[in-house]
């Protein structure tokens, strides 16, 4: 058993617990003394004891190699390194990363930046793993809140995830679940149909462009038969050719446009009554 102590100067001591006789406390012997440049805040062991980590005033992370503790990698940060968290898989170190974000790093890749996770109306102080594995991460701060992240993608079922160049504003499902449609800021709006086998590619069966630039937002009427869209000033009401179940018609087009509206003001909200009779919108002015 080891331990490792920092202290204001900046230097980080190693000790070795040696068990001198059965029933008697242990002695510290002093196995190694490293100087390092600022006072050391926080020091971590990795959970199979391979890495020692230190941060502090000196703006970074500095990972040893616990076999010979010579120094493997540094990892620069934008303030003080006041916590570090690592996994216990031994996937992922957590630390701050500046005065509102948190880095999730990624061992296997040489600490490279996983994700950063930010935070708002406070610093983050504190970073903890579950005890059973690194699934879940729970951070606490200045900002009164405990917020748990989920490290793993396990509930996403494979194959079918879909990405975008721009960044998506409205997604909507249709009743009966079999297609899904997506919105970008371009105003592109995609139908996709699920998809019965994983290993199969989204199919398009439709797409259209609505008008860029405000917020966009998808509706699709309880009864199957409409999608209305809003995207900034314009508003598109579709008709479709599936039924409530989600049966095809014999026509080419399973998308027709019944109605455009080109407003003064941007539109902010649609909602469609629950029989589908009727549609309300909601516009800023």
Known sequence: ???????????????????????????????????????????????????????????????????????????????????????????????????????LLDVRKKWEEATCLPFKGGIPLSAQWHPKDDKYLSICGQFNDVVVYESSCERLPKGRCLRSRSSILAIELSPDGEIVVVGNENGLVTF?????????????????????????????????????????????????????VGKKSKSSAPFLVRKVIQNGSSFTSLSFSPNSQYLALVDDQ
């Not at 971590?44 to 503790?69: C, M, N, P, R």
């Not at 968290?85 to 701050?96: D, E, T, W």
């Not at 509706?219 to 000033?233: D, F, L």
Request: proline residues 4%; aromatic residues 10%; charged residues 15%.
């Open 192 to 244: 996709f149909e699920s998809m019965t086998n994983s290993n199969e590619i989204p199919a398009i069966i439709y797409e259209t462009v609505i008008g860029a630039g405000g917020d966009m937002t998808i509706k699709w009427s309880p009864n199957g038969e409409n999608v209305a869209i809003t995207s900034g000033s314009t508003f598109v009401l579709l008709g479709t050719h599936y039924s409530k």
């Open 1 to 103: 058993t080891k331990l490792a102590i920092g202290d204001r100067s900046g230097l980080l001591s190693i000790y070795l617990f040696v068990m001198i006789r059965p029933g008697e406390a242990p002695a510290l012997s002093p196995l190694q003394d490293i100087e390092l440049e600022d006072a050391i805040l926080d020091i971590q062991w990795s959970a199979d004891g391979s890495f020692l980590y230190t941060g502090g005033e000196d703006y970074t992370i500095t990972v040893f190699d616990t076999s010979k503790y010579s120094i493997l990698h540094r990892i620069a940060r934008d303030r003080w390194v006041t916590f570090m968290a690592p996994s216990l898989g031994g996937s992922y170190l957590a630390a701050i990363g500046s005065s509102s974000q948190v880095s």
